[in-house]
């Protein structure tokens, strides 16, 4: 039984706050705050009519450190759930630490001046978040989250050493639009645009954005062609599975959505440096989001699946020599439309996060400190993975991948 404040009401936090709801035991008190109230109010509606539970709602700038702080005092909650963007992951920290509340997010800290993304801010907070004797843990989405949470797991049960990892994320669904992106579209673009970069003999080797293309065949959705990108727990997986050799991350997109991203970049439409218009500072990229449907829109026309896993080889744990095993999980857009109202990409991230959440709150996960995901007992969290939605499948493959 216990308090929860969510913080950010887009996509991912609907699905994450609808999840808690149908978990009373665990969740038995949700409060909800974003920048927007009347989205907070939108979610507690579709949360009243779908689960009878209420959700108390708030109106809140996370950048505003004193009113958030004394937000989180008022409520008291166990936990806070960052579900709002990157760019608050470190005033969300720090509200925390005065209010001594645990905190969870599910993305890692990014300025908004800079695309570039890394752990090193929040990992600087580590010894007053364990001074304090509170508990942080970091990127309990699906990637990172469940991704490593994969890995992690592999490493206990399947494999002694983790050699080479491969983690391909595809999203087979269709939406209908010409272009949108499936989750906030100002931190999508910046993500894909960004220089790829993969692990590889103890250091990060970067390549020009897209420029990696390889087929792949997806259970559930059939070939696509997927692209190695730069993602965040691929910091993480490389520090805490230290004998990595390579580690890569690959996303698959359709030719239409290179096509339009190439074209909006040519045109200078994602630019992140402010220009003047009509008297007004605007940055580019952000008046791109504003026109782009809304990630939370795409739910109603959505279909299709996601297939999103880890592809790992090492010494197998029963000294049987050198194997391969694929791990992943396949979603359904319509189906998790139909229990939440948001499409799978929503749903995949918000999901682990009520996961996450929970492991922290029944005390499964517990810690003073700020702790990625890989730090933890994943067995809890893979069974929970299976009860909440998100049933996970593992194959041993003939041999490491041919790319
Ligand atoms: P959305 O843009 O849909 O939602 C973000 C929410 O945060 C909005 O409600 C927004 O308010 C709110 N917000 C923004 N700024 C502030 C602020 N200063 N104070 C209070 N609230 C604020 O994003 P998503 O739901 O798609 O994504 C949420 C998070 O999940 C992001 O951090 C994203 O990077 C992460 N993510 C992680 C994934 C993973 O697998 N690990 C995958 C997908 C997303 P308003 O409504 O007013 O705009």
Same mark, same amino acid.
């Given at each position: 039984?216990?308090?929860?404040?969510?913080?950010?009401?887009?996509?991912?936090?609907?699905?994450?706050?609808?999840?808690?709801?149908?978990? &009373?035991?665990?969740?038995?008190?949700?409060?909800?705050?974003?920048?927007?109230?009347?989205?907070?109010?939108?979610?507690?509606?579709?949360?009243?009519?779908?689960?009878?539970?209420?959700?108390?709602?708030?109106?809140?700038?996370?950048?505003?450190?004193?009113?958030?702080?004394?937000?989180?005092?008022?409520?008291?909650?166990?936990?806070?759930?960052?579900?709002?963007?990157?760019?608050?992951?470190?005033?969300?920290?720090?509200?925390?630490?005065?209010?001594?509340?645990?905190?969870?997010?599910?993305?890692?800290?990014?300025?908004?001046?800079?695309?570039?993304?890394?752990?090193?801010?929040?990992?600087?907070?580590?010894?007053?978040?364990?001074?304090?004797?509170?508990?942080?843990?970091?990127?309990?989405?699906?990637?990172?989250?469940?991704?490593?949470?994969?890995?992690?797991?592999?490493?206990?049960?399947?494999?002694?050493?983790?050699?080479?990892?491969?983690?391909?994320?595809? +999203?087979?669904?269709?939406?209908?639009?010409?272009?949108?992106? =499936? #989750?906030?579209?100002?931190? +999508?673009?910046?993500?894909?645009?960004? =220089?790829?970069?993969?692990?590889?003999?103890?250091?990060?080797?970067?390549?020009?954005?897209?420029?990696?293309?390889?087929?792949?065949?997806?259970?559930?959705?059939?070939?696509?062609?997927?692209?190695?990108?730069?993602?965040?727990?691929?910091?993480?997986?490389?520090?805490?599975?230290?004998?990595?050799?390579?580690?890569? #991350?690959?996303?698959? #997109?359709?030719?239409?959505?290179?096509?339009?991203?190439?074209?909006?970049?040519?045109?200078?439409?994602?630019?992140?440096?402010?220009?003047?218009?009509?008297?007004?500072?605007?940055? &580019?990229?952000?008046?791109?989001?504003?026109?782009? &449907?809304?990630?939370?829109?795409?739910?109603?026309?959505?279909?299709?699946?996601?297939?999103?896993?880890?592809?790992?080889?090492?010494?197998?744990?029963?000294?049987?020599?050198?194997?391969?095993?694929?791990?992943? +999980?396949?979603?359904?857009?319509?189906?998790?439309?139909?229990?939440?109202? =948001?499409?799978?990409?929503?749903?995949?991230?918000?999901? &682990?996060?009520?996961?996450?959440?929970?492991?922290?709150?029944?005390?499964?996960?517990?810690?003073?400190?700020?702790?990625?995901?890989?730090?933890?007992?994943?067995?809890?969290?893979?069974?929970?993975? +299976?009860?909440?939605?998100?049933?996970?499948?593992?194959?041993?493959?003939?041999?490491?991948?041919?790319?």
């Amino acid at each position: 039984m216990s308090k929860v404040l969510v913080i950010g009401a887009g996509g991912v936090s609907s699905v994450a706050v609808h999840k808690m709801a149908m978990n &009373p035991a665990i969740f038995s008190d949700i409060h909800l705050a974003s920048r927007t109230r009347t989205k907070c109010d939108a979610i507690a509606e579709s949360v009243k009519a779908r689960t009878g539970v209420d959700v108390a709602t708030y109106a809140i700038d996370a950048e505003d450190v004193p009113a958030l702080s004394a937000l989180i005092e008022a409520i008291g909650p166990k936990l806070v759930v960052n579900l709002a963007l990157p760019y608050q992951d470190l005033t969300i920290m720090e509200a925390c630490l005065n209010a001594g509340t645990h905190y969870l997010d599910t993305a890692n800290y990014e300025p908004k001046d800079v695309a570039k993304f890394e752990y090193k801010w929040q990992w600087d907070l580590h010894d007053r978040f364990r001074e304090r004797g509170i508990m942080a843990l970091l990127g309990s989405g699906f990637d990172p989250g469940v991704t490593s949470v994969f890995a992690m797991w592999l490493k206990k049960h399947k494999l002694k050493t983790i050699r080479q990892l491969d983690i391909l994320d595809c +999203n087979g669904g269709d939406h209908g639009q010409a272009f949108a992106t =499936n #989750f906030n579209p100002e931190i +999508n673009i910046r993500e894909v645009t960004a =220089n790829a970069r993969h692990w590889e003999n103890g250091q990060f080797v970067e390549t020009p954005p897209l420029a990696k293309k390889v087929a792949f065949d997806f259970e559930a959705v059939g070939p696509k062609n997927m692209y190695m990108m730069y993602h965040e727990e691929l910091e993480s997986l490389a520090r805490f599975i230290p004998e990595l050799e390579r580690a890569r #991350f690959w996303m698959t #997109f359709g030719d239409a959505y290179i096509n339009h991203l190439t074209v909006l970049k040519n045109v200078g439409m994602i630019g992140i440096e402010p220009i003047e218009y009509q008297g007004q500072q605007i940055v &580019p990229l952000q008046f791109l989001a504003a026109v782009l &449907p809304k990630p939370e829109t795409l739910g109603p026309t959505t279909k299709g699946k996601t297939n999103i896993g880890d592809i790992a080889t090492g010494e197998a744990l029963d000294g049987s020599g050198e194997k391969t095993f694929y791990i992943y +999980n396949i979603c359904d857009h319509e189906d998790a439309y139909a229990e939440t109202g =948001n499409q799978a990409i929503s749903y995949t991230t918000g999901v &682990p996060a009520m996961i996450g959440a929970a492991m922290m709150l029944t005390g499964a996960w517990t810690g003073e400190g700020v702790f990625n995901i890989e730090q933890m007992d994943p067995d809890p969290f893979m069974t929970m993975l +299976n009860e909440h939605g998100l049933p996970w499948q593992v194959k041993e493959l003939d041999g490491p991948v041919a790319f």
